[in-house]
């Protein structure tokens, strides 16, 4: 049996660690690189090895990739595979002032659209200012799984679609993305029948799939739901029909997929009470330059009017603004001002308004560009979460923790996600004053008992980690931040983008906790 060598120089605390067995030569694993075992006593005198088998690394995680060494330069440069996310830890001392200029990623969201609404299209697309995050390369392998060819090049991704061997993309991906459900719309439409599993995603509520599957039956599909999997046919076994759907609620998920649908139906679609959000307007606009003819985007009715075929584009996907809106509570929190770019202020009207109204000030520095100044004493303020141009779910744990912050008593009302409060535990650890009562929390500000201090805390979603880097930066002392997986998931690279600002805070690459038992059970720790 082969022997996994680890020099003493890399703490167990340090080690990411993928398998596949048996282990080449040369192989980097995690992000680190390793040598191979090759007698006992070779490295007496320079370094001492600890024996562990395969079999003991091999148990603890699945769904691994090993990268051969020649590939990469450095060892610091390997990234976990799409389906792995590395357990690491943040540290945040809290009391630094930000200063300086960020640059915003693309939209997460948009950027998941559009992976998918290529599959709508013959011929190749390429994407621009595409996140590099975990969600966009689980996509990636969503589409590589049916045959898709996509290649990245720093933030540009190129797919082809032409190479689509099957209607069925690997259940475990899309159990692990919610947003790669989504491909079930132009998997029906352009090739007649779906099979998709049922999707994940973060914890933060029930969000069903319902007004997916009933707008694809109006659209004239059968639709069953088996084992776990949807299973969906074109009725008359060719393709899908135009139809009107009213959807019961704009949920952004069932838009997309029913608009993606449409635009390869036979005949006119109406859909009805549409979701309005930036990320449906910019997969419009892609399926446009597509050739599909899609009228209403941005409205809450949209016509679309089948095409038999569309083919690729070239796309550049808008600003992330819930990133945008992070730094700005960020900037806010820490009472400093920044700048960034690019973004669409228009997309930030509803965030914008709320820090106006509790005494920041807010300046354009460019056709795409912002500056905020906060003034020192900030003051609280209502918010009620609704579809956009509402004031964003995305931002409500932000937001809320900035109000422990401010003076007075605020009211924040989550109306989208019913799961989304799961921060508030965490930010009494913190010590915010905050008391819930379904979906309604009231937030303490500083001078109503609020005040922050560094323990030790856990994110337990997208969103709420966000929140809890937020609340470390303003917090007195150290904040330890497990759970970061969550936060890698949305924020391409948020602890350096806030580094670069000023924050002190740093990444500590943390062993699975399974692994760690098998490690340490063949180190003789246990």
Known sequence: MPFLALPSAFPLNSINIWDQCPIPNGFQCGFYKFEPMQKHGTHKKTTKHWNLSISAVATAL???????????????????????????????????????????????????????????????????????????????????????????????????????????????????????????????ARHGEAHVALPGGCNIGARPIDLHLRGLQALGAHVEIRKGKVHAYAANGRRLVGGTFYLDYPSVGATETLMMAASLADGETILSNVAQEPEVVDLAEYLIACGACIDGAGTSTLVIKGMKKLHGANFTIIPDRIEAGTFFIAAAMTRSSISMSPVVPKHLTSLISKLEYIGCRIQPTGPDGLRIFPSECLRGVDMTTLPYPGFPTDLQPQLMTLLTT?????????????????????????????????????????????????????????????????AGMAADGTTQIDGVNHIDRGYENIDVKLFSLGAKIERLPCLPSDLSLHLRFELGVL
């Open 62 to 188: 699945k769904s691994i990739e090993i990268r051969d060494a020649s590939d990469h330069t450095s060892a610091q440069s390997l990234k976990p595979p799409p389906e792995v996310l590395a357990n690491d830890r943040l540290m945040v001392c809290g009391g630094a002032a930000l200063s300086g200029h960020v640059n915003i990623s693309g939209a997460k969201n948009s950027a998941l659209a559009v992976l998918a609404g290529s599959l709508c299209s013959n011929g190749v697309s390429a994407f621009n200012m595409i996140p590099d995050l975990h969600d966009t390369r689980m996509m990636m392998q969503v589409l590589r799984s049916i045959g898709v060819e996509v290649h990245r090049s720093g933030s540009e991704v190129v797919v082809n679609p032409d190479c689509i061997r099957c209607a069925e993309p690997c259940s475990e991906a899309v159990r692990k993305l919610r947003a790669s459900f989504f491909v079930i719309g132009p998997l029906l």
């Open 406 to 470: 401010c003076t007075g008593q605020s009211v924040v009302e989550e109306t989208v996600f019913e799961g989304r409060m799961s921060h508030v535990e965490e930010l009494q650890k913190l010590g915010a004053k905050i008391r819930v009562s379904k979906n309604i929390a009231i937030v303490n500000g500083k001078d109503e008992g609020s005040s922050l201090y560094g323990v030790p805390v856990e994110a337990t979603d997208l969103r709420a980690g966000a929140a809890l880097i937020l």
